[in-house]
């Protein structure tokens, strides 16, 4: 979500009059905000990165996945979460969302096997993850925790911020993320050798301008690949994290709104989206369950909104390198070929979670936005009426209001 004004720009162009573009030495704005971002997550450290997609390999790196592990992921998700296991040389193993198009608890449970040992619940469009039934059987079999919380900036779990939860979370900064600096991420955690390891992951050479300390074999640097951030994303970042509080809070506000002015439809058998943690989560989006695909279908040719199963890429259906088994550019470093991965679970298929699939093609989402005006909110209440109507009691008589020039924008938020 591109929300900024003149402060950001004020800061982006601070710290290029001043020069001081290097984050070590030079500059202070990435130290600044890793600092500012873990007190508002409530974690010890947090590491800043260029990348979502950087910032989710560097938690599995840290945690020290491999060869010969298996990563529990959701059904749906941003590619990232599965490619970002690849890296590490472990294998993703995907499973089925439940109606709240987040990974379902249940069925962690039941793909858990001898390898298995990590899941990623992913706070999938702002919405929540159930934090408790997973954090309950990631303590009873031994699993670490890693929370993509890319699209969860801002949020929470029941009074606990995304990415607090878990062992370790990664958050994206990227420009259609609820803050952004253009690209961005990075690692919270309140484990410091997690932190220290994804710090050496995301710079190998993190201990010559922080220093080096001795530490014993596990505290060792290591080889890897570089995602330092830069003083202008710190620097912009800054100036976001004073905007987030409000950003979800005007969402929150419309959500509410929304679902209060649509309540009357259930009689028409209009279903919210179960929500894991209604008051607390991002509130980026409100998503409606309709009978089948069909009728989400009609419903949002009737009222222009995203089909969550139709969005071309959040689906696993549509990550063509993991289908394919293309876990790595060169065949000697692909997963999918390392003998120590011989008894992980490496087959796919396109109608393996056909649960999830029947599930995200009949959820419809409505975009929030904090700029929403009350006439904006208004109408999007009308026509949420008007395509139900049409859509659940062949009504075809209301006609639909336009919702503003922002709804490019909007539509952008389902491009996440
Ligand atoms: C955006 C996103 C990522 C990757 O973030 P980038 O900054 O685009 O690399 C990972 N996971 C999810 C769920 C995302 O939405």
């Known amino acids: 979500m591109y929300i900024v004004g003149e402060e950001e720009i004020a800061a982006l162009a601070n710290v290029i009059r001043e020069g001081r573009l290097f984050r070590y030495g030079v500059g202070n704005e990435c130290d600044r905000f890793e600092s500012r971002y873990a007190a ?29 592990d298996e990563v529990l992921i959701p059904a749906h998700t941003y590619m990232a979460t599965a490619t970002a296991v690849l890296t ?41 993850c159930n934090m408790d039934a997973i954090m309950d059987i990631a303590r009873r079999h031994e699993l670490w925790v890693i929370e993509d919380s890319c699209q969860g900036v801002g949020g929470g779990y029941e009074g606990k911020k995304f990415g607090s939860i878990g062992h370790i979370g990664a958050f994206s900064f990227n420009y259609y993320k609820n803050m952004t600096s253009g690209e961005g991420g990075g690692v919270s955690t309140s484990d410091e050798r997690l932190a220290k390891r994804a710090r050496c992951a995301i ?53 509410k709104q929304v679902i209060e002015g649509t309540k009357k439809l259930s009689n028409l058998g209009l279903k919210l989206s179960p929500m894991n943690s209604p008051d607390h989560d991002c509130a980026a989006h409100l998503m409606y369950l309709m009978p089948s695909a069909e009728e989400a279908k009609r419903f949002t040719r009737i009222f222009p909104s995203v089909i969550a199963g139709k969005t071309g890429r959040h689906t696993y259906t549509e990550w063509d390198q993991v289908l394919m088994g293309m876990g790595a550019a060169h065949p000697a470093m692909n997963p999918y070929n390392h003998p120590d991965n011989a008894a992980c679970r490496r087959t796919y298929s396109k109608d393996m979670c056909a649960r999830s699939l029947e599930i995200l093609n009949r959820t419809v989402m409505v975009p929030m936005h904090p700029k929403h005006s009350q006439a904006e909110i208004d109408a999007i209440i009308h026509n949420i009426e008007v395509a139900s109507r049409a859509v659940l009691a062949g009504d075809e008589d209301g006609s639909i209001k336009p919702t503003s020039a922002l709804d490019a924008q909007k539509f952008d938020m389902s491009a996440t």
């Not at 010890?44 to 599995?60: C, I, Q």
């Not at 193993?93 to 449970?109: L, R, Y």
């Not at 080096?212 to 830069?230: I, L, Q, V």
């Open 203 to 255: 710079d190998p050479c993190h201990f010559y301008w922080t220093g080096r300390e001795d530490g014993d074999e596990a505290d060792k640097p290591f080889a890897g690949n570089g995602g330092r951030a830069s003083e202008l994303m710190g620097a912009m970042l800054n100036v976001q994290l004073d905007r987030i509080d409000g950003i979800v809070a005007a969402m929150r506000a419309e959500k």
């Open 40 to 68: 508002h997550l409530g974690v010890g450290h947090f590491a800043l990165t260029v990348s979502g997609t950087y910032a989710l390999s560097a938690a599995m790196i840290a945690l020290g996945l491999g060869p010969g």
């Open 88 to 128: 590490t040389g472990a294998i993703p193993v995907i499973v089925d969302v439940d109606e709240s198009i987040t990974i379902d608890p249940a069925a962690i449970e039941n793909a858990i096997g001898p390898r298995t040992r990590a899941v990623v619940p992913v706070h999938m469009w702002g919405a929540a």
